[in-house]
């Protein structure tokens, strides 16, 4: 049974727009909530080795942050280990916090202590952002130039943007209602979503210019059939084999990370799902709109 998998491909931009819809409102409304990264602020990871008769929590250590010291975040990185993000502390504020958790909750070891200015907070989101236009430009003009047709090189990047947009949306979404911050290792999971996303999509043109060399007076949607077909369950299984890891990650390693491997999950499937049913579909829009000769 031959499966006809464009004929479908309206339900597909259905399907993405739902997804991606809820998540540009979001970024239009509330935007992302900014970690000290970008903002500007103190990072303060502190090892405590508690009294016998306490039992630490980030609510215990809320409870000992001076007045002086305005925390935005405590997360746990590890065991009696945590994190704290707060407005520019100094050295002489730091001394005396960790003065006051010695005393009330035990032994404090200092394992990392940040602080990050507002401009250089600035210049790192401007580097982010040009980044990524440096890194889409590249690929558009590379694809292109190997498949020697431009309909390739602006699918592809058309369809890494379907999975960047997916990212963004729902980082902006869990900023707002759950209070996730994006960071600079959020910026490395949205890089490496471009990559993903161009790599896979790649896997499926070679094939369908594979296939339209063997078959050059083919119908052009059955050779995008015939190739989807055939890189489909190479893609699922290669992805599988990421989400599995991904998710082992998530459920088993430290909040440090939590975020940053919940983004590469999104990415990753975001990614699975566009190369086959949005980049490959619009390849069939664009030889349907422009390269058919009436």
Not at 15 to 42: H, M, N, Q, R, Y
Not at 149 to 159: D, N, P, Q, R
Request: proline share 3%.
């Amino acid at each position: 049974m031959k499966l006809d998998f464009m004929r479908y491909k309206y339900i597909y931009f259905f399907i993405s727009a739902a997804v991606i819809i809820p998540g540009l409102i979001s970024l239009i409304l509330f935007g992302f909530k900014p970690s000290v990264d970008f903002t500007g602020g103190t990072l303060l990871e502190l090892k405590i080795t508690p009294k016998q008769e306490i039992a630490l929590s980030n609510q215990l250590i809320q409870e000992n942050i001076p007045e002086d010291i305005q925390i935005s975040s405590i997360q746990s990185s590890g065991e009696n280990t945590y994190l704290l993000r707060a407005k520019p502390i100094t050295q002489e504020q730091n001394s005396n916090f960790q003065s006051t958790l010695s005393q009330s909750l035990g032994e404090v070891e200092e394992i990392r202590f940040e602080t990050v200015g507002p401009t250089l907070g600035k210049e790192l989101l401007r580097k982010t952002i040009f980044a990524i236009v440096i890194a889409a430009g590249a690929i558009l003009l590379y694809v292109a130039y190997r498949f020697k047709e431009l309909k390739y090189g602006v699918c592809a990047i058309l369809a890494m943007f379907h999975d960047s947009f997916i990212l963004l949306g729902t980082f902006s979404l869990l900023g707002h209602f759950l209070g996730v911050e994006v960071d600079t290792l959020f910026v490395t999971a949205v890089l490496t979503t471009l990559s993903f996303s161009v790599h896979d999509t790649i896997v499926v043109y070679d094939r369908i210019r594979e296939t339209l060399r063997k078959n050059p007076k083919a119908d052009f949607v059955s050779i995008v059939n015939k190739s989807v077909a055939e890189t489909l369950g190479r893609s699922v299984n290669n992805s599988m084999t990421i989400i599995f890891m991904l998710l082992a990650l998530y459920l088993l390693g430290g909040d440090t990370t939590k975020w940053f491997v919940f983004a590469l999950l999104i990415g990753t499937i975001a990614g699975t799902y566009s190369s086959t049913f949005t980049a490959a579909p619009l390849l069939v829009v664009w030889e349907n709109r422009f390269s058919k000769k009436t």
